[in-house]
Nanobody, 119 residues
């Protein structure tokens, strides 16, 4: 069974940093795309940063220059380094992967990790 497990969230003061990690486990044949989304209270889930199936990276305009996505393909992990955090970055951050497993190619989501930035 494929699972995505996030870690690294927490409470941080404005201007601080956090690093999120996401580990994919299970029998995975190929990870096509993988990245991070977030959802703030009362708002829609939005893309934060992701590796596309073509190997490039996409970032939300609001995080460019502050957040960096990276990955370890061998470990099936993706990371999000978040610097210069702002209160508006407060949200539940979700790991997402478009991958192929025994059940076929599907989108998978982690359970989410809370990031709270105080002013």
């Amino acid at each position: 069974q494929v699972q995505l497990v996030e870690s690294g969230g927490g409470l941080v003061q404005g201007g601080g940093s956090l690093r999120l990690s996401c580990a994919a486990s299970g029998t995975i044949f190929k990870i096509h795309a993988m990245g991070w989304y977030r959802q703030a209270p009362g708002k829609q889930r939005e893309l934060v940063a992701a590796f596309t199936s073509g190997g490039s990276t996409n970032y939300a305009d609001s995080v460019k220059g502050r957040f960096t996505i990276s990955r370890d393909n061998a470990k099936k992990m993706v990371y999000l380094q978040m610097n210069s955090l702002k209160p508006e970055d407060t949200a539940v951050y979700y790991c997402n992967a478009d991958l192929s497993a025994w059940s076929g190619r599907k989108d998978y989501w982690g359970q989410g990790t809370q990031v709270t930035v105080s002013s």
